[in-house]
């Protein structure tokens, strides 16, 4: 099929980008989306042209790094998929495709769509994990686990980090990345020594990141390759409110 | 923005229902406006109920707007450069970005209107303060129906924001799990539509001259 792509090109952080249109003929419609954009930079470079930028790495949904807005929706138009598994299929000939980077101050553009999402790695660093001990492996059932609290902490798990929830978010809050790692760890026996330090901390970080406030729009939930739902950013709100009372 | 936003609700639910007096017919629509004055007599002085809900509201909704310009700020510098294409995704709450910023900016004007028409009367032709009744029915006469049409129209901004802005106050303050969220999704509606549709009514029947 033959497409037109109007992509978001930047050289670099501080240059000015804009949209730069490129037809490409030829594609399969088993390709998958990032498929089609290496064929797009295969022909770039033979043309002696710069490369599209864009970050991939697992290419098989789990790996977090895929980041585009395709047609204004995060990782494209088909529900609880990455981008690297969005397949031509759901294409016609003749589509035109936008294609952008997540866009939040907090996520600066390195290149093209490139964006630097060490914002989130500050956030989990500000209390997104558990003080274990060192030592041999604990049984496996030597702490016992509600299977409701196990399911619902696994399904908060499954955020993989790539930071659609922003990139959807009207307001550009990363509300449901940071949630899905309180609820997580909140639901497991083991992150309860740390539950109030870890919502305060995480919640500061966010806010001093640039990130915006969370307006429950819900535009995260429904852009989420893993399907991570309101109810995380419900049990934040709640240890939220325990734990600035607790330090009040 | 979630408690000056319940503490308006409830007031709307008073306002809605005392509304419903006019039903009642003129002498006890009056008897109504002038028992909010009286209340407490002789132990308070008059209008002392009028004086603490508007000191009230006009807190609450000084918070509200101060809430709403700080996440309104936030929300800007979260997003520097902005979509050349972009497809709201349709959350829990469809549309809930645009009905409630653009919907505040219609109940703003609103209200100045709404007070300007029925409390200080200065757009009202019943100048009398007693007779409510009488203003009422002057403001929504039929000839006069694009003062009932702005008020509809008003009130359907308000449904669109009561609907997101009550299951978000709880979903900010309680924070429910999934089952209660869709029964608080739920009872936002329900309270949206109640409070819209008992509003709607009055202009309606004086507008149909059901009420003269």
């Known amino acids: ?248 | 923005m979630a408690v000056s936003g319940i503490l308006m609700v409830l007031f709307l639910i008073a306002h809605m229902a005392g509304n419903l007096h006019i039903f009642e017919g003129r002498e006890s629509m009056n008897d109504y406006a002038e028992g909010l004055r009286t209340f407490g007599e002789p132990l308070l002085p008059r209008e002392s109920l009028l004086w603490v809900l508007r000191i009230g509201l006009i807190a609450a909704i000084g918070v509200h707007i101060a809430s709403s310009i700080a996440l309104t700020h936030r929300a800007l510098h979260a997003r520097p450069v902005r979509y050349v294409s972009r497809k709201p995704a349709k959350g829990e709450s469809p549309h809930a970005a645009a009905t409630m910023r653009w919907g505040a900016a219609v109940i703003v004007l609103f209200v100045i209107w709404h007070l300007l028409d029925l409390t200080f009367r200065t757009v009202n032709p019943v100048k009398e303060a007693p007779d409510a009744y009488g203003a009422v029915v002057a403001t929504f006469a039929p000839e006069r129906w694009p003062v009932t049409v702005f008020y509809l129209l008003a009130l359907a901004a308000l449904g669109f924001h009561l609907r997101h802005g009550i299951w978000s106050a709880v979903q900010t303050i309680a924070g429910p799990g999934l089952a209660w969220r869709r029964r608080w999704q739920a009872v936002a509606l329900a309270v949206a539509v109640i409070i819209v549709a008992g509003f709607a009514i009055v202009p309606l029947a004086v507008s149909f001259g059901l009420v003269s």
């Open chain 1, 1 to 248: 099929m033959k497409l037109r792509l109007r992509i978001w090109r930047q050289p670099g952080a501080d240059a000015k980008g804009k949209m730069v249109s490129y037809v490409i003929d030829g594609v399969s419609e088993d390709a998958s989306f990032l498929e089609m954009l290496d064929v797009l930079n295969e022909r770039l470079i033979a043309d002696g042209e710069d490369p599209v930028a864009f970050d991939h790495d697992c290419r098989e949904g789990i790996c977090g790094a895929c980041s585009l807005v395709i047609d204004g929706q995060p990782h494209g138009p088909q529900a609880a998929t990455t981008t690297c598994q969005l397949h031509m299929r759901k294409y016609k000939d003749g589509d035109t495709i936008d294609i952008e980077p997540w866009r939040a101050g907090a996520f600066p553009v390195v290149k093209d769509l490139v964006v630097d999402r060490s914002a989130f790695d500050r956030i989990i660093a500000a209390g997104g994990y558990i003080s274990a001990p060192t030592g041999t492996a604990p049984d496996a059932h030597s702490v016992p686990v509600p299977k409701a609290d196990a399911d619902a902490a696994f399904a908060a798990a499954a955020c993989i980090g790539c930071g659609a929830c922003v990139a959807a978010c009207p307001n550009g809050s990363g509300m449901l990345f940071m949630a899905a790692k309180v609820a997580h760890l909140g639901l497991m026996p083991q992150g309860q020594p740390e539950r109030h330090t870890r919502v305060l901390g995480m919640v500061a970080e966010h806010d001093a990141a640039g990130f915006g406030g969370c307006t429950n729009t819900g535009e995260c939930a429904a852009a989420c390759p893993k399907e991570i739902g309101l109810d995380v950013i419900g049990q934040l709100n709640r240890d939220f409110r325990k734990a600035a009372a607790r330090a009040a």
